[in-house]
Structure formats: C-alpha cells, structure tokens
C-alpha cells in the first residue's frame, strides 16, 4: 500500500471508532439512560528521554510518559507519523519497542487501536507511566540516530499524545544521560535537563543533542544565537569563525524581510558524518538540524542551507498556509502553496547570501542560472501540482523542483511587483504584510490571499496574468519580458549536445551528484545522488568538464563510454551510452546598460531596498 492509503484507510478506521459512541447517544435519547463510564481524563503529562553509554550501545533511547488518569479505562496514545517539514509519513511507531504500561507496582494491558495507536487499559484513577524503547540508528533530520557518545533525536519521534482531548496541553521533557555530557535544544529550559513548553505542537517541534559535540554562542541583533555541532572538533578554527561571520550578515538581512526577530533564542545544530552523501537539513521554530558530509564545511553551500533553514523560521514555522494550520501528525497535510514554503524561501536565502555579503551579485545569478536549468532539465509541471505531489514522492524528476523553480518564481514576482510599483514595493513587503496579517492571529493565508498581497502591493493586477500561466499552468518562465525590467538580459540558444543528466555541486574541487535526472544517460548507466564524478574516458571532472565534454562526444550519439565514479571510498567503473538531445538553453546576463528604472531594481533586490519616500 502507499502511505496515502495507509493513512485514508486509518482515518475511516478512526472514523469508525468515534460512530459508536454517537450511537449510544442517540440510543440514550431514545432509551434513557444507560450507564457507561466516563473516559479518563489525562493530565500532567511528562516525559523523559534516556540516553547513555549503556543505550548508545544498543543504539536507542529509552523513552517514557507518565501521567495522571482521573478514572479507570481505557486511554489511547498516538505516536506522530511525520514530522513537520519533512513532507513524507516515516510512521515513527515502527522504531517502537518493549512498551510497558504500569500503574504503581502493577503492569496494565495494552493492545493496539490501530498501527500507531497504543490503548492502555487503566485499572484507577491515579499516576501512569508508559515506557518505550526507541531505535536510534537513521541518519535523516528528521528521525532519530546515535554514536557511542551523542545521539540527536525529534520529539515528533518518541513523544505519545493523548487522542481526542486536542494537542495544546502543557508538558515537560527531562533528560537523563551520564554526568559529562550535554544537551542542546530549542525547547524552553525550566531546570537542569529539565524543559516545559504551552502544547505539545511547541514540545515536538525542537530536536535535542544529547551527548558530546562542541557548543558556542553569540548575540546576532540582540539575539541569542548558539551553534552545536557533532562531531566535536569537525566544525572549528577558521570554518567556524567563518560560519559565524556569514551568520552576522544574514540574519539580520532575513530579520529586515519581516521587521522583527520572534524568537528569544536560536540554535543551529549541525551533524557532519562522511557516511551522508550530500546536505539536508529540517527546519524548527527557533532551531533547525542539518545533516552534511564534511565536504560542506567551509562552503557556501552550507550558508546557504542555514540561511534556508533560519529563514523557514518566519515563513513556514509562523507563517504558513492556511491548509496547515493547526499541524495534525497522523496524516499528510498537502497545500498547493509548497512553492511559497520552499521555493520563496530559497529564493529568500539567495538573498540573505548576497545581501549580507556573503556571496557577490555575480554568483547570485550563477546560483540563479544554475536553478534555470534546473527546471530546464525536468519536465514541465505546475507549482502547485507540485506542491500538492510531495507526498507521494513522484519518479518522473519533478519530486523536488518546487524549490528551484518556485524560487525562480520568487524573483519573477519580486521583479514584476518592483516593475508594477516603480519600486516602491516589493515580495518583502508581500511576505510581511501575510505575516503581520495572520501570525498574531494564529491563522494561516490562503492561496487568495497571497494573491491579493502581491496585487496590492504592485498596484495593479499582476495574479490574473501570471498564477494561471506559470503557477497553476506549465508555460515556460517569461524571462525574455521580465528579465530586463531588472537590468537582466535573458540570452536564449537552441543546441543539440550530449547530455548527462545528473544535477552536481562541487565540494572542494570534486564534482559530487545531487540529482539523477530519471531516464537520462547517468541514470541508465547506474549513477546515484552521492556519487563523486571521476572521469569519462580520459575526461577528468573539473571545472572545465562541461565545454570539453560536449565538444569531445558532440559527434558520437550512441557510442559508449566508461565512467568512472567514486562510490563510498571505491571507485565503480560504469558504462554511459552517449546521447545527444536538442534543448533550449537560457542564460541570464546582467545588462551593462539598463534604463535607470532597471539598475534602480536591480540594485534594490540585491540589497534589500525599495524607494518608497
Ligand atoms: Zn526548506
């Protein structure tokens, strides 16, 4: 079965559950009335997480809740089956081992109301404790993972709730691991290794280190800022001063986007391990936990995922669409606005990166040309088809496009909103003006809404022209009409070359696989994200691969060749078919000579600016 219908099947299933006791309502009101005991009301709810060198061996936590039961019953408590952010359903309850359920001396019954759903059978009114043992051994930011002396973990993971009485209820997480060791988290401290957050949303939001890793802090804006990274000694010297310089600048560039800062602290917390094939990392209300290869460390790659995730902060963590407000965690939550959530983001963390210095205006539309031909190279599909897909993680090489393509989206918008305002508003105002509007008022924005921003902001009616066409539809981006309305040049050529088909990044002069583009000539010669290109033929991967590659083979469609990639320290001697394919290739310049009102634009989206009086 796939999640989805998994998780359509559970809700009939829960569904079913709740009919019988309407049932017994009406037959109350037909009958009279028939005893039947109260549900037990759950209060006081603690957790704690054990973690040490006696766990760390066996690779787990040891997990527990205890509460109070005001009556004798049965009492249901649900694990989360995703985390916020990581759009996939993991079923966290799958890592779930020995649950015990006991009350004073005495072990209580248990059995299962569906696969993440546990009943415990409460024999009085009085305290609970439920405890578990959790698996700790998948790196993936969302979940949990352990070494013999650190483990990360997400509450979403191991902390149960409660069903039918809601999820704003107050509770406290304490942690036990041995003497020596640490903890760092986004959670608010109320005692030594002791935190208390308002609801449970807030508790499973903010992921823990527990262990040994190196600790550092700083004030950015007025505002506690702490990095914690494992292993100690991976992240120091001159790459984290380096990380802390980039830091100063781009958060108050993002801050600037929003005209405040609403969290009291922030902590980054950074994994390096060089089992990880790549950087991913999981956004949080006032932390975020990336995983990366050590490769990254140093690069501006690995700003610029910080940014990203320090951004999401603002725009997804507080502002967010209306779809999912409030979060649920046994099912999938899909909204047509993904684009707004990822893609605007990114585009938000290009910025942050060249408006706080960190990289020039020239990379800036490097990194923008290398997100045009991202979305030239994958089929053409629809923002917010896009965003809806997510869930099911479509094979066709679109999976993931919501992020170049709906940050290109972003800057198309910026541009024409500039355009339409002779400058003097822009898709900064758009993202406060949402934000001022719906976070004090807990609520999240609708598609509507957005639209109705950016139309008052331009002044005029940019949304009937563009969301059908380019975010609803599939047309290709109009860079030859908005391009030079900020001083951009859009240079269009048809050729006919051989293609890989394979997205890189490069890592301290290796050339490292991001994204196999599905059917294309790397993927049916086995090449997998992760891969670092060694060679084809006697054509090494450097920065000059491109142009030598293509004029080389440009002649030899359908003759084969060796390539070499390095495959978890041993390199795989693969075969490529070579294959020539006819694309139109855009490329963005800036325009040495643009009218004023284009170099005023331009020059305002760099630096963060309008010319409102
Ligand atoms: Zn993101």
Do not use: C
């Amino acid at each position: 079965m796939r999640p989805t219908e998994v998780e359509e099947y559970r809700q009939r299933a829960r569904t079913n559950g709740v009919r019988p006791l309407t049932l017994v309502s009406l037959a109350l009101l037909a009958t009279g009335p028939v005893h039947q005991p109260p549900a037990p009301v759950v209060t006081g709810i603690e957790y704690q997480l054990v973690f040490n060198r006696t766990t760390a061996a066996a690779r787990s936590l040891g997990v527990s809740m205890r509460f109070q039961a005001s009556a004798a019953g049965p009492v249901e408590l649900s694990l989360p089956a995703w985390t916020p952010g990581a759009y996939e359903i993991s079923n966290y309850a799958r890592r779930v081992s020995s649950l015990t359920a006991v009350q004073g001396a005495a072990a209580l019954r248990w059995d299962k109301t569906d696969f993440d759903t546990w009943r415990v059978h409460v024999s009085a009114p009085g305290p609970v404790t439920v405890a578990f043992i959790f698996s700790a051994d998948t790196l993936d930011n969302a979940m949990a993972w352990s070494r013999a002396d650190f483990a990360f973990v997400n509450g979403t993971n191991v902390l149960l709730y409660p069903e039918g009485a809601g999820l704003d209820f107050p509770a406290t997480l304490s942690v036990e691991t041995e003497a020596g060791w640490d903890v760092a988290t986004g959670l608010t401290s109320t005692g030594p290794r002791r935190y208390t957050e308002a609801n449970f949303h807030d508790l499973v939001d903010m992921p823990l280190f527990i262990g040994r890793f190196d600790v550092d802090s700083a004030l950015i804006g007025g505002v506690m800022n702490r990095i914690a990274s494992y292993p100690a000694g991976a992240l120091a010297g001159a790459a984290r001063v380096l990380l802390w310089k980039q830091l100063s600048t781009m958060v108050p560039a993002m801050a600037k986007v929003f005209g405040e800062t609403p969290w009291p602290n922030y902590t980054t917390l950074l994994v390096f391990d060089s089992a990880f094939g790549g950087g991913s990392a999981l956004e949080h209300q006032n932390s975020h936990l990336g995983i990366y290869s050590p490769d990254f460390i140093g690069t501006p790659v690995l700003a610029s995922i910080t940014a990203h995730e320090i951004f999401h902060g603002w725009n997804v963590k507080r502002l967010r669409p209306s779809e999912m407000v409030p979060y649920r965690y046994d099912r999938p939550q899909p909204s047509p606005l993904l684009w707004v959530r990822e893609g605007i983001t990114d585009y938000y963390a290009d910025l942050a990166l060249v408006r706080g210095g960190v990289i020039d205006s020239a990379l800036f539309l490097n990194v923008t040309q290398g997100k045009i031909d991202e979305v030239t190279a994958t089929p053409p599909v629809a923002l917010e088809d896009a965003s809806l897909s997510t869930w099911i993680q479509p094979t066709d090489g679109t999976g993931t496009i919501y992020y170049a393509k709906g940050s290109l989206a972003g800057l198309l918008l910026d541009i024409m909103i500039r355009d339409a305002s002779d400058n003097r508003a822009s898709l900064d105002e758009v993202m406060r003006t949402l934000y001022r509007a719906t976070v004090p008022a807990g609520r999240g924005f609708t598609t509507d809404e957005w639209w109705a921003a950016v139309n008052a902001l331009a002044g005029r009616d940019l949304a009937s022209a563009f969301a059908p066409r380019y975010i609803d539809g599939r047309e290709s981006f109009p860079w030859a009409r908005v391009a030079p309305l900020a001083g951009i040049r859009y240079i269009a050529d048809s050729v006919s070359e051989p293609r890989l088909g394979v997205g890189t990044t490069t890592v301290e002069g290796r050339e490292i696989v991001t994204n196999v583009t599905p059917g294309g000539p790397a993927a049916l010669a086995g090449v997998l994200p992760g891969d670092e290109l060694i060679r084809i033929g006697d054509l090494k991967f450097d920065p000059n691969f491109g142009p030598a590659f293509r004029a080389r083979y440009r002649a030899r469609s359908g003759s084969t060749v060796p390539l070499i990639v390095r495959r978890a320290d041993a390199e795989i001697s693969l075969t490529l078919v070579i294959r020539a394919e006819l694309r139109v290739d855009g490329r963005l310049e800036f325009d040495r000579r643009p009218s004023l009102k284009a170099a005023r634009i331009r020059h305002a989206i760099l630096s963060g600016t309008t010319d409102r009086q």
